[in-house]
T-cell receptor, first 117, second 109 residues
């Protein structure tokens, strides 16, 4: 695809429901990142994949959050038993290479706005 | 102490002026530094990155890095109303990128 896509764009969940957020990275991109952005804050790192390997999940707030990228392309972020504090925009980004260098630009998707009632 | 600190603003400048945005970071091991622009309701878009001490210019934008002072800045020359947005400073060490909370910039026509 032309860019990173995410679905759904908006999700309203009742407290306690499980949700699944999908990210389609740019074709061929090795690296995939998930971020959480609360209102008025910058994106906060959640987790990082290099192909199908989850190399860093240190930012996941609790064991209710789980991410996967089984075939090294599409990724899903799952939140179990949602709480009101989970309300935020969830951003996915991908980059071409599996390096940490500055030229490995991260391209962001449009985000999924999750509201937990 | 937050790892990446920015003045939340809003910073208001007249059209045609220079806007100066500042950022400090706490991790001395940080390797590369980024400025993103984020319009309301949109996702961040990269303006420029810098990883060596000194200045880096790209069109109307100049990034400045001082690793000894752990300080990064972004200058926007000839500011335009279309530059009105939130500017996010981001710092990368390894694969993890840490963002500041952003500075809101308003450019008055």
């Amino acid at each position: 695809g032309a860019g990173v896509s995410q679905s759904p764009r908006y999700k309203v969940a009742k407290r306690g429901q499980d949700v699944a957020l999908r990210c389609d990275p740019i074709s061929g991109h090795v690296s995939l990142f998930w971020y959480q952005q609360a209102l008025g804050q910058g994106p906060e790192f959640l987790t990082y994949f290099q192909n199908e390997a989850q190399l860093d999940k240190s930012g996941l707030p609790s064991d209710r959050f789980f991410a996967e990228r089984p075939e090294g392309s599409v990724s899903t972020l799952k939140i179990q038993r949602t709480q009101q504090e989970d309300s935020a925009v969830y951003l996915c980004a991908s980059s071409l290479a599996g390096t940490s260098g500055p030229t490995d630009t991260q391209y962001f998707g449009p985000g999924t706005r999750l509201t937990v009632l | 102490q937050k790892e990446v600190e920015q003045n939340s603003g809003p910073l208001s400048v007249p059209e045609g002026a220079i806007a100066s945005l500042n950022c400090t970071y706490s991790d001395r091991g940080s390797q590369s530094f980024f400025w993103y622009r984020q319009y309301s309701g949109k996702s961040p878009e990269l303006i420029m990155f810098i990883y060596s001490n000194g200045d880096k210019e790209d069109g109307r934008f100049t990034a400045q890095l001082n690793k000894a002072s752990q300080y990064v800045s972004l200058l926007i020359r000839d500011s335009q109303p279309s530059d009105s947005a939130t500017y996010l400073c981001a710092v990368r060490g390894g694969f993890k990128t840490i963002f500041g909370a952003g500075t809101r910039l308003f450019v008055k026509a």
